[in-house]
């Protein structure tokens, strides 16, 4: 089972910028994010095909939001700019044999989880 690394999260002010990385042990397909605010259940945001060829964001996150992979790497990056107090979650790298499987949810694995804290 592929294990995947996030790392990038913390505490920003509204309106400030983050980066999350995930590295995977070794090539993986399709590679998302998803995120679990307080009290409510994990949510999809974005998911990227290996080839970058399709990708596929939240409307929560469309143009604030930008995924990126480094396929020589097996990393997966987002750029997350104009955070709001909303975004406030645990974020989960997440990946999946097919990008359709990944935004709907069924994944094969999940990383551990980064903290993100938007202040107002």
């Known amino acids: 089972q592929v294990h995947l690394v996030e790392s990038g999260g913390g505490l920003v002010q509204s309106g400030g910028s983050l980066r999350l990385s995930c590295a995977a042990s070794y090539s993986v397909y399709a590679m998302g994010w998803f995120r679990q605010a307080p009290g409510k259940e994990r949510e999809f945001v974005v998911a990227i095909d290996y080839e970058s060829e399709k990708i596929f964001y939240a409307d929560s996150v469309k143009g604030r939001f930008t995924i990126s992979r480094d396929n020589a790497k097996n990393a997966v990056y987002l750029q997350m700019n104009t955070l709001k107090p909303d975004d406030t979650a645990i974020y989960y790298c997440?990946?999946?044999?097919?990008?359709?499987?990944?935004?709907?949810?069924?994944?094969?694995?999940w990383g551990q989880g980064t903290q993100v804290t938007v202040s107002s």
């Open positions: 997440a990946t999946s044999g097919r990008i359709a499987r990944c935004v709907k949810g069924d994944i094969d694995c």
